[in-house]
């Protein structure tokens, strides 16, 4: 016997189980206050995936053109860290930011070890010590 099935006897015996009317409002109340939610982020995440394909198809050229539309229409963000020193002094970081590399602990790593660093190194404390501050809990955007 299942351990629903089991709860459901002992709800039964106990005479504690709800009517069929009372879990089917329930249910309709839950439905009517998270459909809307679910249906919002599966459509946000299928209208990012779709940009994401088409931005992978643009020309240089095109995506020249639409940051400059999202400069405009947002402002031109700047990466603010925590350590301004880090950007001056960490050749990888500068290389990331020059390339335009996303800033995280998987690309830095990758990058400082040129595709071939040693096992466990992401968890190693000496290196995590090294790494800057914004690769570790990622850049601040300002206005």
């Keep these: 016997m299942s351990d629903l099935r089991k ?4 709800l039964i ?4 189980m709800p009517s069929l009317d009372a879990v089917l409002s329930a249910v309709a109340e839950i439905r009517a206050e998270y ?11 299928q209208l990012a995936e779709k940009i994401l394909q088409d931005v992978k198809q643009m020309s240089p050229e095109e995506k020249q053109k639409v ?16 350590h ?4 001056e002094t960490d050749e990888v970081l500068r290389t990331m930011l020059e390339l335009g ?12 070890y040129m595709g071939r660093p040693p096992d466990g190194i ?12 914004v690769i570790l809990n990622g850049p601040r955007l300002v206005q």
């Design 122 to 133: 992401e968890e190693d404390g000496e290196f995590l010590a090294s790494v800057p501050d």
């Design 35 to 45: 459909r809307p939610k679910i249906l919002a982020a599966r459509t946000t995440e």
């Design 7 to 10: 709860q459901a006897d002992e």
């Design 101 to 112: 590399t996303p800033l995280t602990l998987e690309n830095y790593i990758d990058l400082a």
């Design 84 to 87: 301004d020193l880090d950007a």
């Design 13 to 16: 015996a106990a005479g504690k």
């Design 67 to 82: 940051r400059e539309h999202l400069d405009k229409a947002f402002g031109k963000a700047k990466i603010v860290h925590d």
